[in-house]
């Protein structure tokens, strides 16, 4: 698929000017998480990539590929919620076929893929039950199959484990960082904690108030952040 690149992004809702001049690129591959505090445009940022919400000015390119009027399915991008974003009167089995039905999958084909998903997160003793009989970890794992069966080329992730406790927090986060080694598709991962970013990303873009403040790995960042708020924000020793 190649690298994802957003030039010069800019996005007003109205008056509110959310996110400034984001220059960005994500290779073929990358784990990269977004972090910053709440409202600083993580989430509009991954919309706006998702294709969900409209930029107000700048490219979002794909590949070399100005995707700026592809819906999401044709950006070949899937994105995972919390876990409450399943439907609760579909089962499990539905809930990951649902999305492929209404793209017109071949039956066969959705069979393989939910197949192939839930042998992947292991989740197939729960296939025929509704999401609400089973437990949050269970559940954010079928949320990450939605996503896993449209095989899509970048995932994006909007603080998935933001429902889940402290002990399941950190067990889903190896599940997606194992699930990334697997399956070596690009990711992008937001979050406002910074032990999440420091521990899952191969390159950690900071945001605040709707620009990139710095982008690094983990150990570049916390070595050599930029300025006070990024020393701060990861807890650097200066
Ligand atoms: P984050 O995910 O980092 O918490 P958001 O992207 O949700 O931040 O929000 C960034 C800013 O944009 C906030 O000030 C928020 O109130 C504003 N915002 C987000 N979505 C909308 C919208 N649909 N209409 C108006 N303002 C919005
Ligand atoms: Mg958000």
Same mark, same amino acid.
């Given at each position: 698929?190649?690298?994802?690149?957003?030039?010069?992004?800019?996005?007003?809702?109205?008056?509110?000017?959310?996110?400034?001049?984001?220059?960005?690129?994500?290779?073929?591959?990358?784990?990269?998480?977004?972090?910053?505090?709440?409202?600083?445009?993580? *989430?509009?940022?991954?919309?706006?990539?998702? @294709? !969900? $919400?409209?930029?107000?000015?700048? /490219?979002? =390119? %794909?590949?070399? +590929?100005?995707?700026?009027?592809?819906?999401?399915?044709?950006?070949?991008?899937?994105?995972?919620?919390?876990?409450?974003?399943?439907?609760?009167?579909? *089962?499990?089995?539905?809930?990951?076929?649902? @999305? !492929? $039905?209404?793209?017109?999958?071949? /039956?066969? =084909? %959705?069979?393989? +893929?939910?197949?192939?998903?839930?042998?992947?997160?292991?989740?197939?003793?729960?296939?025929?039950?509704?999401?609400?009989?089973?437990?949050?970890?269970?559940?954010?794992?079928?949320?990450?199959?939605?996503?896993?069966?449209?095989?899509?080329?970048?995932?994006?992730?909007?603080?998935?484990?933001?429902?889940?406790?402290?002990?399941?927090?950190?067990?889903?986060?190896?599940?997606?960082?194992?699930?990334?080694?697997?399956?070596?598709?690009?990711?992008?991962?937001?979050?406002?904690?910074?032990?999440?970013?420091?521990?899952?990303?191969?390159?950690?873009?900071?945001?605040?108030?709707?620009?990139?403040?710095?982008?690094?790995?983990?150990?570049?960042?916390?070595?050599?952040?930029?300025?006070?708020?990024?020393?701060?924000?990861?807890?650097?020793?200066?």
């Amino acid at each position: 698929m190649g690298e994802l690149k957003l030039s010069s992004l800019n996005k007003a809702f109205g008056a509110v000017h959310v996110l400034h001049d984001i220059d960005l690129s994500v290779k073929d591959g990358e784990f990269v998480v977004f972090v910053g505090p709440s409202g600083c445009g993580k *989430s509009t940022l991954l919309r706006i990539i998702a @294709g !969900l $919400e409209d930029v107000t000015s700048g /490219r979002i =390119e %794909i590949g070399g +590929r100005d995707v700026g009027q592809l819906s999401p399915a044709e950006r070949k991008i899937a994105m995972v919620f919390q876990s409450y974003a399943l439907y609760p009167h579909m *089962s499990v089995r539905k809930n990951l076929a649902f @999305g !492929l $039905e209404n793209l017109k999958f071949k /039956r066969s =084909e %959705i069979d393989a +893929r939910i197949a192939e998903a839930a042998r992947m997160l292991a989740i197939e003793p729960y296939l025929d039950r509704k999401p609400r009989q089973l437990s949050g970890g269970q559940r954010q794992r079928v949320a990450i199959g939605r996503a896993i069966v449209r095989e899509p080329d970048i995932f994006l992730f909007d603080e998935p484990l933001s429902n889940l406790d402290a002990a399941l927090r950190v067990q889903t986060r190896a599940e997606i960082t194992r699930l990334h080694q697997q399956i070596k598709t690009t990711m992008i991962y937001v979050t406002h904690d910074q032990v999440e970013a420091m521990t899952m990303a191969d390159k950690i873009v900071i945001l605040r108030a709707g620009r990139v403040e710095q982008v690094g790995s983990p150990l570049e960042l916390f070595d050599y952040p930029r300025n006070l708020f990024v020393a701060g924000f990861l807890g650097s020793p200066r």
